[in-house]
C-alpha cells in the first residue's frame, strides 16, 4: 500500500472513530435511587442521550456506589467521575465555606425564601467560588428540610441534651448540635444506619426522604417534624471536562440539565410527603409534630449558631441573605 493510500485509510478511520465515540458522564451519588436526587439524575440521564441523540450517555451510580461522602468530590477534580450532585454541606470542607451558610439552623422559613438564593445572584456567586478548584457548578437541587430523630422523644431542647447525633461534615452543624447540649458525630451517609443501629450515635437529621430510604425508620423510634434547616445540592462537572465538551453538545446538556432541574425542585415536596407515609405506614417510628411554641423554643436556642458562625460563613453572605428573605435573628 502506498503512503497516500495508507494516510487515506488512517484518516477515515478516525473520522469513523470520531462519529461513533461516545462522551460517558459518570454521575455518582451518595442516596438511594427513589429520593429526589437519585430520580432528578436519571431524569438528566434520559434527557441527555435524547437531546444528544446518544452522544452522550449518562451513567448513575446512586447509594455510594462508587464513592462515600469525602471521597466523591476528590475523584471529580482528578477527573474520575465527571459529574456529582453533592448537599452543599460538602463544599465547606474543600474550603468554600460560604456553602454553609446553608447549613445555618432555620435561615430558611420555606422554600420561596430558599429560591431566592439559590435562584438568585447569591447562588451564582457562590457556584463561581468552585471554579478555582477545577468545579463547575451548573444548578441547584432541592431536597428539603430537615427533621430530628432519636430513639428517644425530641420535643423540647433539654431532650436533645447529651444525646450523640450523626452530622454531616459541617462546622454550622457541629454548632447547631452544641447549640442544644448535644454531642455531634461527623460521619459518612452510607454508614448512618449501621451506626443508628449499633448506637454508636443517638440519632440523626435529615429530610425525611432520606431517612425513609435509608431505612432509617426501622433503627429509630422517634421522629421530630423539626424542619430546622435545609438540605439541599449542587450540581457540579469536572471543569476541565466540561469545557473541553464540542459546543454544541455542552449546550444540549446544559438544556438536559434545566430541565432536569425543573423536575427535582418540583418533585422533592412530593417525595418528603410520600416519605413521611411510608415512615407513618411502617409504625416502627413514631411521628411528632412540634407545637409552634416548642419549634420556637427550639429556634430560639438554636439561632445562636448565626452569630458564632458569621466570621466562618462570611458576614457579607450572611447579610445579603437576611436581606433576602428577610431573616433577622435579633428579632427572635
Ligand atoms: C447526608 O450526608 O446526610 C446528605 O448529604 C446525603 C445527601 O446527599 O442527601
Known sequence: MKVSQLLLAMLVSCAALSASAQTIIKFSHVVAADTPKGKASEFFAKKAAELTKGKVKVEV???????????????????????????LAKFGPLGVKEFEAFDLPFIFDNTADLHKITQGAVGASLLAKLEPKGIKGLAYWDNGFKSFSANTPLKNVADFKGKKFRIQSSKVLEEEIRSVGGIAQVMAFSEVYQALQTGVVDGTENPISNFYTQKMHEVQ????????????????VNKKFWDGLPADVRGQLEQAMKEATVYANKIAQEENDNALAGVKKSGKTIVYQPTPEERLALKKAMVSVHTKMADRVGKETLQTIYKETGFDPAKL
Open 61 to 87: 451510580y446512586a447509594n455510594s456506589a462508587l464513592y462515600k461522602d469525602k471521597e466523591e468530590i476528590e475523584a471529580l477534580q482528578i477527573g474520575a467521575v465527571q459529574m456529582l450532585a453533592p448537599s
Open 221 to 236: 423510634k422517634h421522629l421530630s417534624l423539626t424542619n430546622h434547616g435545609y438540605l439541599g445540592y449542587a450540581v457540579i
